[in-house]
């Protein structure tokens, strides 16, 4: 058992240096940086390194890092200042520089200060309390969050860190685990908001489009996102019929026992803050409410709203960084002035909670910029005109399977990049370029869905995608096990749409109505649901 650290560490190191091995090998004598890999499949090394040392080792900061060096190493050509340089100032410093990234780290930040302050007045208890005595079932508490992660639809960052903070104590009190409640949140974000016409999501796709009709060709495409309409049936369906497989079974059971980490707390070093007794419900619903209606201002605001444009055409042209940025600031303001008129805590005390909030959110903070930086070594190496390359040369030959095909590079591509809006920025101007829509070829449509769906997918699965890192991060779980435990789910619900987008595919070929393909894809799904319940009993 004592040299149980030790071997860790030397499959840690085994496995990488066995990774690297294999370019060097295949580079030969001429290892030059760009002509050697870029635009090659060794540009998707580096996030398979991290992947796959996140997911064997269990411990995400190094294999990130690892990752990292990866990129640097190829780029340079082993080069040891090359490699030194690109990852340090082109990775590290390039992602921490950029606007929109500092936009997302500052909303994290004050969202973190809001929650302290809602749970030091006493708001977060109080609604626990409430919820205990009107939800009372651990089906009830999770049906909540769904009901909630629906609601919230704005934006997939701020859903996850609203939704967690807000139903934290209540799936805590029903003995649900934190990695179901990561689960549920990570479900209701991005599915959500890829099918919701206003949000952050619609208004990336409509940027995507060259021709002005992004948010049209957005809604007309919502019936054919197989993936985040299935996730949803999915999801409801899985707390509906009580059932659970794979790891999250594991974590389920424990939960049920008291362990709601499956013994492992990364949190578990939070200091315990002083908690208001006469708080009320109202103490967490209203700062909750104006942060709401104040990140929906700071979106529009963002897109020109207020200088001119109407409000569908300021959400589209909105910077999801700066409308989040600017609602959280206001919002912060709002609950100081509002906690202070209802002397629920002194002013001091309210300004201890910033740093509070500060330190419970590093550990997504710290992922977020090493998941980031990753992505510009991939970037560097030229991963995406990689993948863009393949999906154009092939995309003639298989206008059958071109649905299914699209969204398995699609889940590919955002699983090895972590970044789905950078998915479908890659691949919907290739498809409408091989099926233009003013060409009336249903395949258009069913194709820019699958795009949308397997950036979905992908960033579902990917341990490195801010989106599962601030599930995490909302339900305060463990981030290797929130994304293991949703592996498996993540799996399922994509196999079940490859195989609808199939049958969509042969549907709009042979001149039958391509919309009934979303039925089938249904039936299908509550099938494997009920399929899985059934093993269960037995």
């Not at 995400?60 to 030194?84: A, D």
Request: overall charge neutral.
């Amino acid at each position: 058992m004592k040299n149980r650290p030790c071997q860790r560490v030397a499959l840690f190191a085994a496995v990488f240096l066995v990774l690297l091995t294999v370019p060097v090998l295949a580079a030969g004598e001429g290892t030059g940086a760009l002509p050697v890999f870029y635009q090659t499949i060794w540009s998707l090394l580096p996030p398979a390194v991290a992947i796959a040392l996140a997911l064997v080792t269990k411990e995400v900061y190094s294999s990130l890092f690892l990752g990292i060096l990866t990129g640097g190493l190829l780029w340079s050509g082993f080069s040891f200042e090359g490699t030194v340089t690109h990852v340090f100032q082109d990775g590290i410093v390039s992602a921490l520089s950029n606007g929109y990234n500092v936009g997302i780290i500052a909303f994290l930040v004050i969202l973190g200060a809001m929650v302290s302050l809602m749970n030091r007045s006493g708001g977060s208890a109080a609604f626990g309390r409430w919820a205990q005595k009107n939800i009372k079932t651990r089906t009830g508490a999770q049906l909540a969050t769904i009901v909630l992660g629906i609601l919230i639809f704005v934006d997939d960052y701020f859903n996850c860190l609203t939704v967690g903070s807000v139903m934290l104590p209540v799936t805590d009190s029903h003995h649900v685990s934190r990695a179901k409640l990561a689960y549920l949140i990570d479900a209701t974000a991005a599915p959500i908001c890829i099918i919701a016409p206003i949000s952050s999501w619609a208004a990336a796709v409509s940027a995507f489009v060259d021709d002005g009709s992004g948010l049209a060709l957005f809604i007309r495409a919502i019936p054919y996102n197989y993936y985040a309409l299935l996730t949803i049936i999915m999801m409801i369906g899985l707390v509906v019929m009580k059932v659970d497989f794979g790891p999250m079974a594991v974590h389920e059971a424990n939960a049920d026992k008291g362990d709601l980490f499956s013994g492992k707390n990364p949190y578990a070093t939070e200091s315990e803050s002083d908690v208001s007794d006469s708080g009320t419900v109202a103490d967490l619903v209203a700062p909750i409410v104006v942060l709401v209606a104040c990140c929906v201002m700071g979106m529009i605001y963002s897109g020109g709203f207020f200088s001119g444009a109407s409000f569908v055409d300021a959400f589209s042209g909105s910077d999801a960084s700066v409308g989040l940025l600017l609602g959280s600031a206001f919002g912060l303001a709002f609950t100081i002035g509002f906690y202070l008129l209802r002397r629920r805590m002194g002013f001091k005390e309210m300004m201890d909670c910033i740093p509070e909030g500060f330190k419970a959110m590093v550990p997504a903070i710290l992922i977020l910029t090493f998941a980031w930086s990753l992505k510009a070594m991939t970037d560097s190496l030229g991963a995406r005109e990689f993948v863009a390359a393949v999906v154009q040369n092939s995309a003639q030959s298989f206008q059958l399977l071109l649905p299914a095909i699209v969204f398995v590079i699609g889940c590919l591509l955002a699983f090895a990049t972590g970044t789905s809006w950078g998915t479908f920025g890659i691949l919907i101007p290739i498809v409408l370029s091989v099926f233009p829509l003013e060409s009336g070829n249903p395949l258009s449509i069913i194709c820019v869905s699958a795009c949308m769906a397997g950036a979905v997918c992908g960033d579902h699965c990917s341990p490195i995608s801010d989106t599962t890192i601030m599930a995490s991060a909302g339900a305060k779980c463990d981030h290797v096990s929130h994304v293991s435990t949703q592996l498996p789910y993540a799996v399922t619900a994509a196999a079940v749409s490859c195989v609808t987008y199939i049958v969509a595919g042969t549907f709009a070929t042979a001149g039958i109505a391509a919309w009934l393909a979303l039925p089938v894809g249904i039936a299908l799904m509550l099938l494997t649901l009920a399929v899985a319940a059934r093993f269960k009993r037995v």
